[in-house]
């Protein structure tokens, strides 16, 4: 029997090649709003105008809290794979790159639109063919 993927899964594929994109904007957003509301607990709590704003900062901050750590992991992974990327296209041994290819050809393959151009483009203007 074959498993079918669920809603978020599925959207998720479907947005191949801006991955990195959207878990940068998500986690960054998460993070600032995470951090303003932490500075509304922190130190507006007491202030005579922003006191009445807690309940909105403890809900916002428990769900941006969530969402920033969902977000932040899978981001630090993309960035990863960007990292290993670079790192290999500063390689200048032959014999070194054909090592790496392999790590290079999934990195480009998981990041997706034009890194994995950026990637074959590379391997093309070095004689090494995919």
Known sequence: MSEQKSLLPRMWESQYGKQYG???IVSG???ALLALCAYQLLFLQDHTDWGEHTGLALTLGFFSGI???IAFPEFLRFRGHIVTLEEIMEIKSTAE???QKNDGDL???TLGAGYLAQWNEFLDSRGLRR
């Open 22 to 24: 959207i878990t940068a």
């Open 29 to 31: 957003a998460s993070g």
């Open 97 to 99: 790159l054909r090592r």
């Open 107 to 109: 990195s480009a393959q």
């Open 67 to 69: 969402v920033f750590l």
